[in-house]
């Protein structure tokens, strides 16, 4: 059983930074695909970055040059670095982690353990 927990979310100004931690159980953690996904209330989750296990990432157009997502595999980690804050990315942030290989990793389908979340709130 694979666990994962979020940490970081809070209250922001809009402009100013989080940034987001989430860290995962299990041996072999190097090897997995990890994903950063939101949701608004009233939208669906949706994807806002990836690293693979090479460390190759991805990210939604509206994150784009704003987020970087990294890892340390020493410490079992995943980050979201967050910068120029936008009202609009107010949500509930959620890690996500796979061992498998998928053809599109945007896909919270894709994606077989996540943590609980973590509230970002920017405000205006």
């Known amino acids: 059983q694979v666990h994962v927990v979020e940490s970081g979310g809070g209250l922001v100004q809009a402009g100013g930074s989080l940034r987001l931690s989430c860290a995962v159980s299990?041996?072999?953690?190097?090897?997995?695909?990890m994903g950063w996904f939101r949701q608004a209330p009233g939208n669906e989750r949706e994807f806002v970055a990836r690293?693979?296990?090479?460390?190759?990432?991805l990210y939604a157009d509206s994150v784009k040059d704003r987020f970087t997502i990294s890892r340390d595999n020493t410490l079992n980690t995943v980050y979201l670095q967050m910068n120029s804050l936008k009202p609009e990315d107010t949500a509930v942030y959620y890690c996500a982690g796979t061992t498998y290989y998928s053809r599109d990793y945007t896909q919270t389908g894709s994606y077989p353990f996540w943590g609980q979340g973590t509230q970002v709130t920017v405000s205006s």
């Open positions: 690293i693979s296990a090479s460390g190759s990432t």
């Open positions: 299990g041996r072999t953690f190097s090897s997995y695909t």
